[in-house]
């Protein structure tokens, strides 16, 4: 993969991430449609870190690589929590909130690191 794919994909995420708040709004679903979104990119993160550790034949996992997936788990089980219909409770709604801007901050901090710095390959 060159970085010009990369990035289109970068900017994708980051207009479905822009979109869902505006789609949410207007529709008075903003919390249910963000989990919705983070499920997704939970699911593709999940998908992502399997494919890269099969080749792995001894796995040491780092504290940094388990803090992830543990944050990316506990992100995944509200957002399931959520859409299976306990939306409206607050603490859901937070930790989705917070989920959905880590999500952001992290696309956007890694679009803004590749338009930085030029990379011939990613892998």
Do not use: P
């Not at 504290?63 to 543990?70: D, S, T």
């Not at 989920?99 to 901050?105: Q, S, T």
Request: proline share 0%.
């Amino acid at each position: 993969m060159n970085d010009i794919n990369i990035i289109t994909a970068m900017i994708i995420v980051l207009i479905c991430h822009l979109a869902s708040i505006i789609i949410g709004y207007k529709m008075q679903k903003t919390a249910l449609i963000i989990s919705y979104l983070n499920a997704i990119i939970v699911i593709g993160v999940f998908i992502f870190w399997v494919i890269s550790s099969l080749n792995i034949k001894q796995h040491n996992f780092e504290f940094r690589e388990l803090l992830v997936i543990v944050l990316e788990a506990c992100i995944f089980i509200f957002a399931l929590y959520s859409i299976i219909g306990f939306h409206k409770k607050t603490y859901v709604k937070i930790i989705n909130y917070i989920g959905f801007g880590i999500h952001f901050l992290v696309t956007a901090g890694m679009l803004y690191y590749i338009l930085a710095f030029k990379f011939d390959r990613l892998f």
